[in-house]
């Protein structure tokens, strides 16, 4: 009798061994450029899905399953959340811009935070819809002014948590005030929870809310924590009519979660071990490079990501500038709403090690001074 696809998925083939995290990437080795721009696992996917990935490509001549049973049971199992509360994307940006066609309102704006992911302004542009952006106090996410937005009948808002580019939290006390909001004012709450993996202990998710209760929804992703970015795939966790508004408007997008990347998802999701390894060793070295870069006298807050953000004032476009010429390359936030500053993704130790030198050679190079040997 055949597996079914859940236990074709999961299953490595006989004698692969199941490994533990390499100490280096191939990025490591050589003069390969350091891709530190993006926010990608250093470490990469489980061999699990490495190996799902060469079983399945004899397949590829198939269009996927849609919605895929397995991938959606699986994370019934992980969240513990009914399966008409999920809804799975192209990637969260697919998500997004479905969330926002269904949602948003053509009179009454959608509410984002400013300084942050670009996927929110640039969806609801696309999909013509009005929206206020609510500026960054200091680091920390205007969690009032985005209230007061929803108590007065925002359909839409998003907040970011832990937040990109500034690896901040919000807390509970915060959370609660702007479910709070959602619920006076019958619109929808949607927290990004895209780094929600590399959070630590302080970190409180909005997940409970959103597997139970109404106007929240929580957004996640395979591709940091898991390692597939290259796949594209994410989901949304809502209450079911908003799960069902977001089918609705993907009536377009036939098949837009790709075959490789289900059975990918499904099996990095069965592989907790390889992806706790990854994110502690991210974490451990996110703290390591904090702490030289405070020691090079550089201003950095605390982060819960897998990023560090850098405040470098007018010089930041000339640093980066730099560090790209020296094959390192990070991301200028001016961007995203938050000029002055760089983010860093976090690598494997060796590839850090390379990207401290290269700062420090960068930023000597911006401020005039001659960069020390070594």
Same mark, same amino acid.
């Not at 502690?280 to 090079?296: I, Q, Y």
């Given at each position: 009798m055949?597996?079914s696809?859940?236990?074709?998925?999961?299953?490595?083939?006989?004698?692969?061994?199941?490994?533990?995290?390499?100490?280096r990437?191939?990025?490591?080795?050589?003069?390969?450029?350091?891709r530190?721009?993006a926010?990608?696992n250093?470490y990469?996917?489980?061999?699990?899905?490495l190996?799902?990935l060469?079983?399945?490509?004899?397949?590829?001549?198939?269009?996927?399953d849609?919605?895929?049973?397995?991938?959606?049971?699986?994370?019934?199992?992980?969240?513990?959340v009914a399966?008409?509360?999920?809804?799975?994307?192209n990637g969260?940006?697919?998500?997004?811009?479905?969330?926002?066609?269904?949602?948003?309102?053509?009179g009454q704006?959608?509410v984002?935070?400013?300084?942050?992911?670009l @996927?929110?302004?640039e969806?609801?542009r696309?999909?013509r819809?009005?929206f206020?952006a609510?500026p960054?106090d200091?680091?920390?996410?205007?969690?009032?002014e985005?209230?007061g937005?929803?108590?007065?009948?925002?359909?839409?808002?998003?907040?970011?948590?832990?937040?990109?580019?500034t690896?901040g939290l919000?807390?509970?006390?915060?959370?609660?005030?702007?479910?709070?909001?959602?619920?006076?004012g019958?619109?929808?709450?949607v927290?990004?929870?895209?780094?929600a993996?590399?959070?630590g202990p302080?970190f409180? @998710?909005?997940?409970?809310?959103?597997?139970?209760?109404?106007?929240?929804?929580?957004?996640?992703?395979?591709?940091?924590?898991?390692?597939l970015?290259g796949?594209?795939i994410?989901y949304?966790?809502?209450?079911s009519?908003?799960?069902?508004a977001?089918?609705r408007a /993907?009536?377009?997008?036939p098949?837009?979660?790709n075959?490789?990347?289900?059975?990918?998802?499904?099996a990095?999701?069965?592989?907790?071990?390889?992806?706790?390894?990854?994110?502690a060793?991210?974490?451990?070295t996110?703290?390591r490079?904090r702490?030289?870069?405070?020691?090079m006298?550089l201003?950095s807050?605390?982060?819960h990501?897998?990023?560090?953000?850098?405040?470098?004032?007018?010089?930041?476009?000339?640093?980066?500038?730099?560090?790209?010429a020296?094959?390192?390359?990070v /991301?200028?936030t001016?961007d995203?709403?938050?000029?002055g500053?760089? /983010?860093? @993704?976090?690598?494997?130790?060796?590839?850090? /090690?390379r990207?401290?030198?290269?700062?420090g050679?960068a930023?000597?190079a911006?401020?005039?001074?001659?960069?020390?040997a070594?």
């Amino acid at each position: 009798m055949a597996r079914s696809v859940q236990e074709a998925s999961v299953a490595a083939p006989r004698g692969t061994p199941v490994q533990p995290v390499p100490d280096r990437s191939a990025a490591d080795e050589g003069d390969a450029g350091l891709r530190l721009h993006a926010g990608e696992n250093p470490y990469g996917a489980s061999p699990r899905v490495l190996a799902v990935l060469a079983a399945q490509l004899g397949s590829v001549h198939h269009y996927p399953d849609r919605p895929d049973a397995d991938l959606l049971a699986a994370l019934v199992r992980h969240h513990q959340v009914a399966p008409e509360r999920i809804a799975l994307g192209n990637g969260i940006d697919e998500v997004i811009l479905l969330l926002v066609l269904a949602l948003a309102d053509k009179g009454q704006p959608t509410v984002i935070t400013g300084g942050t992911f670009l @996927s929110y302004s640039e969806s609801l542009r696309a999909a013509r819809r009005p929206f206020v952006a609510c500026p960054l106090d200091g680091y920390r996410q205007p969690v009032d002014e985005v209230a007061g937005q929803l108590r007065r009948g925002a359909p839409l808002a998003f907040v970011c948590n832990p937040h990109n580019p500034t690896g901040g939290l919000l807390d509970l006390a915060e959370l609660a005030v702007l479910r709070d909001a959602a619920a006076e004012g019958g619109g929808v709450l949607v927290v990004d929870e895209a780094y929600a993996e590399y959070a630590g202990p302080g970190f409180t @998710s909005a997940m409970s809310s959103a597997a139970e209760g109404s106007g929240v929804a929580v957004l996640r992703t395979f591709s940091k924590a898991y390692g597939l970015a290259g796949l594209r795939i994410g989901y949304l966790i809502a209450d079911s009519t908003v799960t069902a508004a977001v089918e609705r408007a /993907r009536g377009a997008l036939p098949y837009s979660v790709n075959r490789l990347a289900q059975h990918a998802a499904l099996a990095a999701l069965a592989d907790q071990r390889h992806m706790r390894e990854a994110v502690a060793a991210v974490a451990e070295t996110r703290e390591r490079f904090r702490t030289e870069l405070l020691a090079m006298g550089l201003d950095s807050p605390p982060s819960h990501g897998n990023f560090i953000l850098v405040r470098l004032g007018p010089r930041a476009p000339r640093t980066a500038a730099h560090l790209r010429a020296l094959g390192c390359l990070v /991301r200028d936030t001016a961007d995203m709403g938050l000029p002055g500053h760089l /983010r860093i @993704s976090i690598g494997t130790p060796a590839q850090m /090690r390379r990207a401290l030198a290269a700062l420090g050679r960068a930023v000597a190079a911006t401020d005039g001074r001659r960069p020390e040997a070594g």
